[in-house]
């Protein structure tokens, strides 16, 4: 005898990740078209890799391959997209600070009202909840990223890339370039991490997810200014943002810990600009 599957409601059916999948095809190429649109400044080829990511995502769900698979890449891709109408080098001048913010802005809300109001699922969410009191290991990884921050971002940046940031002098300068490194890198963990990574973690398994993810935020981060040698910094936290985020479910942690490195990197960027500002650097 058997028993019935219970149907569930469209709006409820989640895919199950698999080891081996159909869809790391479309997913990749979807991942790898941030390469054309961030760091390389080629739009029209990267709209192109993005159609085509998107038409084989669609023909594998039609045969059955994948499911729902087109449906999340295209909401992945409309956030690459619009990010990808702006440049997103470090530039503090007021016009732009509002055009950035505002852009970045609708590349996160548009994937979440679209996927809550037009799909009717709650996939794309922002869990708060900060998981009180954080174990040892939580505070501990803490000390460990301010403390890897403190040791390296000087070296990497004074040598190789603070030329990419403004040149802050006057206060208001100062104080855009704190509002803005602290917002993109809000920015970074409600898109990359609670955008991207989820969708993608609900068709492959988390570190494939994770890869996926990680090839989209380093290539946003080059355009930024992390260039140079920057990848070998920004691919493993990119990395360790996921795997952290799949591990605690708090973006309240993930945030945190990015925002620590970002207090970092704001006075590495004022202290290589202005040497004798803020003496607390070896370099």
Known sequence: ???????????????????????????????????????????????AVVAVALGVAWLLDRRGRTMGLARDLLLVAVGMVIVSTISVRANIEWGNFFLIGFVLAAAVTVPYVVTRFVFGERVIRFPWRGGWPWSRWKWGYLLLILGLAWLILPFYFITSVYHNWPHVTEPTQVARLFVGVNAVGTWDELFFVCTVFVLFKRHFPVWQANLLQAIVFVSFLWELGYQAWGPLLTIPFALLQGYTFSRTRSLTFVLTVHLIFDAVVFLVIVHAHNPGWLPVFLL
């Not at 058997?2 to 989640?14: M, N, Q």
């Open 1 to 47: 005898m058997t028993t019935a599957s219970p149907i569930l409601p469209v709006g409820l059916v989640t895919p199950r990740p698999a080891a081996a999948s159909w869809g790391l095809v479309p997913a990749s190429l979807l991942s790898g078209s941030a390469v054309l649109l961030f760091p390389v400044r080629m739009p029209l080829p990267g709209y």
